[in-house]
């Protein structure tokens, strides 16, 4: 990944999105909150597709939204009153996994250290705004659905107070080659999950869902688990943001939304709004990926947590350059 030499691009057309996603591709809370600040009092960052190479400018001039995914968003927690004085909206899928028997992310802090951090920044925030993520679910030939289950409950057991929402995925090897070669050279012989025990899955969450009572729904998966009370997610999702941020006149004139449309958003058959979720849904993801539009503004192999299964990651090493990279020089990109 090159490094931005600061020429701008003025034939590329300029970005200027409504809602960030800060990041699908790495952990920008954990790491990269300074650079994030910085790039908002430049207004503008420069982002690198990472599949055909081009740099396209990014202006923050319009943003009223970013939605934050994280594995340790400890370090930006002390700092959120920048977002809050800006007059951001914000709210975080906090990916909150137990493999740390396994060490299949290997640079995140403890358990404890995580749920103490999810409990801290629900307080902080209300738990509206926390979106617990076990995310991907992930067996092997050690670690079975039963055992897997049980450290879900652990986690959903000291979680479920200060959240409203799980969601969940199923690890995907077969899709990513880069995944299945990182996966393959390990020695726990991680297996795809195949149907049947996807809903042996979704029936044991169920009956765990008794006492937590959350809203559970899948991530970008195809298989239907309606039938155990369990929806298709959307991780950038209209109605969660409606719900949140209907004050923000800029934010509700994206969606096309207003407020006296009322509950009819949720079925989108109001005739007279300009809310249409198929208007909204963000064609550039997954398949089965029901986010609405948004810019995410990471890159690859930029993420040093360590994640074995992580597709935005080629090789753990390459992600430690990069970080380290970015410790040493200021840019206008991650790196």
């Known amino acids: 990944m090159q490094i931005s030499d600061g020429i701008s691009f003025p034939d590329i057309k300029k970005q200027e999105p409504i809602i960030i996603s800060a990041s699908r591709a790495t952990d920008i809370p954990a790491f990269y909150t300074d650079w994030l600040i910085s790039?908002?009092?430049?207004?503008?960052?420069?982002?690198?597709?990472?599949?055909?190479?081009?740099?396209?400018?990014?202006?923050?001039?319009?943003?009223?939204?970013?939605?934050?995914?994280?594995?340790?968003?400890?370090?930006?927690?002390?700092?959120?009153?920048?977002?809050?004085?800006?007059?951001?909206?914000?709210?975080?899928?906090?990916?909150?996994?137990?493999?740390?028997?396994?060490?299949?992310?290997?640079?995140?802090?403890?358990?404890?250290?995580?749920?103490?951090?999810?409990?801290?920044?629900?307080?902080?925030?209300?738990?509206?705004?926390?979106?617990?993520?076990?995310?991907?679910?992930?067996?092997?030939?050690?670690?079975?659905?039963?055992?897997?289950?049980?450290?879900?409950?652990?986690?959903?057991?000291?979680?479920?107070?200060?959240?409203?929402?799980?969601?969940?995925?199923?690890?995907?090897?077969?899709?990513?080659?880069?995944?299945?070669?990182?996966?393959?050279?390990?020695?726990?012989?991680?297996?795809?999950?195949?149907?049947?025990?996807?809903?042996?899955?979704?029936?044991?969450?169920?009956?765990?869902?008794?006492?937590?009572?959350?809203?559970?729904?899948?991530?970008?998966?195809?298989?239907d688990l309606q039938q155990y009370g369990i929806e298709h997610n959307r991780c950038i999702d209209d109605r969660l943001i409606i719900e949140l941020f209907s004050a923000d006149t800029e934010l509700m004139n994206f969606l096309g939304y207003r407020p006296t449309d009322q509950t009819d958003f949720l079925t989108d058959q109001n005739e007279k709004s300009a809310y249409s979720y198929e208007k909204l849904k963000d064609k550039g993801q997954r398949k089965f990926c029901g986010c609405i539009k948004s810019k995410d503004i990471g890159q690859y192999n930029t993420c040093p947590n360590g994640c074995v299964y992580c597709y935005a990651n080629s090789n753990p090493e390459m992600a430690w350059k990069n970080w380290n990279k970015a410790q040493r020089k200021q840019s206008d990109t991650i790196v």
């Not at 430049?42 to 400018?57: E, L, M, R, V």
């Not at 629900?122 to 926390?130: F, H, M, T």
């Not at 991907?136 to 055992?147: G, N, Q, T, V």
């Open 39 to 223: 790039r908002i009092e430049a207004g503008y960052i420069k982002w690198k597709n990472p599949f055909n190479g081009q740099i396209k400018d990014v202006s923050f001039a319009k943003t009223r939204l970013f939605v934050f995914w994280s594995k340790n968003p400890s370090p930006m927690l002390r700092k959120l009153s920048y977002f809050d004085e800006k007059g951001y909206n914000y709210y975080f899928q906090f990916t909150l996994n137990d493999y740390e028997q396994e060490n299949w992310e290997k640079n995140l802090p403890s358990l404890q250290q995580r749920l103490n951090t999810f409990i801290e920044l629900s307080e902080l925030i209300g738990k509206q705004k926390v979106i617990w993520r076990f995310d991907p679910f992930i067996i092997s030939a050690k670690l079975h659905p039963d055992e897997l289950l049980k450290r879900i409950e652990n986690i959903g057991d000291q979680l479920f107070p200060y959240t409203n929402r799980l969601v969940i995925s199923f690890i995907d090897i077969e899709i990513y080659q880069k995944v299945k070669r990182n996966l393959n050279a390990l020695p726990d012989n991680i297996q795809e999950i195949d149907t049947n025990t996807m809903h042996y899955f979704a029936r044991e969450l169920m009956q765990l869902n008794q006492k937590w009572n959350l809203k559970i729904a899948t991530c970008a998966e195809k298989i």
